[in-house]
């Protein structure tokens, strides 16, 4: 090991003691702590400017030696070496072991519905897992994965790996947004470590201190204007399901699945606005579980609803999650020239956009449903200057 031979080498560190349930000191001073009674122990320090994380094991003893050894280690070596040296297990896994993605897998789909997380971002989420542990072992089923082999080492491998041998900026853009997509979805897998409380979770540890790569934000941009002009020009000819879809996203801001569970009652029309109330129901939870509302025209209301083909629920074809009417409001749009991603959803940020210029951000917030005004202001809110295209909602 290469010793540390920079000046001030002696304090690269500065210990952090306000964490845990259970805390020791050794009599070098070098403070540890145990988040749960009878789990293992965990070094926490800073190195290099961020937290870092180093399980210790069960028996508080051998704990207290070995902090003070990475602490010694941290005063004289670089950051790198000690962090692959002691960031990982130093104790039996037989006596309290990590979880494999199995059990992950078992626990979450038996607390998704108390935990409010819906099938969607579940599968998401352990996806986005199955996909790590693919990298770290190079092996299709990873069903057996030990998460407590996840050290800051492995995460920044798989981050590497990733972007070796790309050449181009925007690619490399692109996959830098997509691992910070990897990580934030990893982050919020393992936000409730109390619901694995029979295993050792000292590895989330590890992937809550992990950074973003910064300035990777992509704003919204408005479309160009003649393609806003064809979907106003197209809404009218439709009919049904691709009707509603079309005029609810472009109109209101609603997203795909709310459109799918919207129901006339939902409906408020006694103002001067019409007024959509986006409410939970036994087999819909609006997203982060959090109801809402949206307005719009009264007059766009009454024809949705006037030419809506269901009774109830507005969308009549509900096989598959919808998929027939969605499928035909896709082939629709990408035929007049969207070819974004998610045409659908593009509507929706038009409808923010729009309400953002003409009421205000925290009206268009408000609207579309945002925890964050962030969210709205760089994904969903782009100026529109131009009173041509500020009028198509009101012709």
Known sequence: MKKNTTRGAMKPHTSSHKVGTLTAVSSKGTRIYQRNAGGTWTYKTKMGGKVRYFPLGLDKKEALELADTIRGHAMLYPIQ??????QKKQFAKSKVPSPTIADVVQILEDSRISSGMSKTTLKSYLDNLRKFARFVTGKK???DFDLGSITDATIRKFKTDSLKDIKDEGLIQSRKRTLNS??????????RP?????????????IRSQ?????????????????????FDLWPTTEGDVHTLIGIALHFGLRRTEILHLRRSWFDLSGD???????????FKPKGGHEGLTMGSKSVAKAILNKASGDDYLIKDRADKGRPAFDATLKVLRDIGWERSSPLHELR?????YIASTESLYI???FLRHADASTTNDSYADAIVDDKVKNLWVA
């Open 211 to 231: 950074e973003f790569f910064k300035g990777m934000k992509k704003l919204y941009r408005l479309p160009p204007r003649d393609l806003i002009q064809k979907t």
């Open 182 to 191: 990897n990580i934030r979805q990893l982050k919020a897998l393992f936000s």
């Open 81 to 86: 070496e000690v962090l692959d040296m002691f």
């Open 349 to 353: 940020k038009l409808f923010g956009s």
């Open 141 to 143: 089923e990873v069903s």
């Open 364 to 366: 268009s917030q408000k």
């Open 273 to 283: 606005k019409a007024r959509i109330n986006v409410v939970a129901e036994l087999d």
């Open 194 to 206: 109390s619901l694995f409380d029979t295993f050792d979770m000292d590895f989330v540890e590890v």
